[in-house]
């Protein structure tokens, strides 16, 4: 079976070593990852692991609404310079988030406007983080339209919401957090999509799945991004599918979302 982590973090120091990660990867039938930079300080490390492993990672360069306060003055200059050297990026992890320790809107706002626009100008494929803030992210995408491909990651949204989102060529990311018993209702929504819209990723290091689908344990409750597998037979038990073919399903997914 192949798989694809539509979206991680393989670059943040708390997931260990590059080398032993991609072996891992490797062992587990992961053949590729979307490497999702969430601040500019990351953009090098995100770019450095695309370069080691040109096959398997697929580079992110974005900034998270959650770092949207500590953007330089030439951020957006910085951000096409990366996309002009990476053919095959992505942009994000951006978004909008109002949560309770989130950044203000008002600092959030023109940080992802103005991702939405690199994005379509480049024709890149965004990822978008969307918490609690569904209404200002349909208003955004009316003032900045989006590239034709973008995902939701981590979609914890209604259906009502997804059938909104995908005339506008949204994909829907899952990962390991939606199988704990509490998040039930997740599962419901993802049973109700479109099958040729549904990812699968790890978020690795964060949302850790409950310990039936951690085939990968590591110290502190970091999720390891080999735990992807493991995650897909999880979503798959959960659609009545055969694994192999929840596999297959997100692989050519996610082949058709981010190209190659
Ligand atoms: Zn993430």
Redesign the pocket.
């Known amino acids: 079976m192949i798989w694809i982590d539509s979206?991680?973090?393989l670059h943040f120091p708390r997931l260990g070593e590059a080398t032993a990660l991609l072996a891992s990867l490797r062992d587990a039938g992961v053949a590729r990852c979307v490497v999702?930079a969430?601040a500019e300080a990351e953009w090098a490390a995100v770019a450095a692991l695309a370069v080691v492993d040109p096959e398997r990672i697929v580079p992110a360069f974005g900034i998270?609404p959650w770092h949207a306060p500590e953007v330089s003055g030439l951020w957006q200059e910085r951000l096409a310079g990366w996309l002009e050297r990476f053919p095959q990026a992505g942009v994000g992890?951006c978004g909008l988030d109002r949560s309770a320790a989130a950044p203000e809107e008002e600092l959030q706002w023109p940080v992802f406007l103005a991702q939405l626009r690199l994005a379509r100008e480049w024709q890149r494929t965004l990822t978008i983080?969307c918490v609690k803030a569904w209404g200002l992210l349909f208003e955004a995408l009316a003032v900045e339209a989006p590239p034709p491909r973008f995902v939701l990651?981590?979609f914890s949204g209604s259906v009502e919401t997804a059938r909104r989102l995908l005339p506008l060529g949204a994909y829907f990311s899952f990962c390991g957090e939606f199988l704990q018993p509490r998040r039930a209702a997740v599962l419901e929504t993802f049973r109700q999509l479109p099958p040729e819209r549904i990812l699968l990723e790890t978020?690795a290091p964060?949302m850790l799945p409950p310990p039936a689908w951690v085939s990968h344990p590591l110290a502190h409750c970091c999720n390891h991004p080999a735990n992807l597998p493991a995650i897909g037979s999880g979503l798959a038990a959960a659609l009545g599918m055969p694994v192999a073919a929840l596999a297959k399903l997100t692989t050519n997914n996610a082949r058709e979302c981010f190209g190659g």
């Open positions: 979206h991680n973090h999702n969430t998270h992890e983080h990651h981590g978020d964060d």
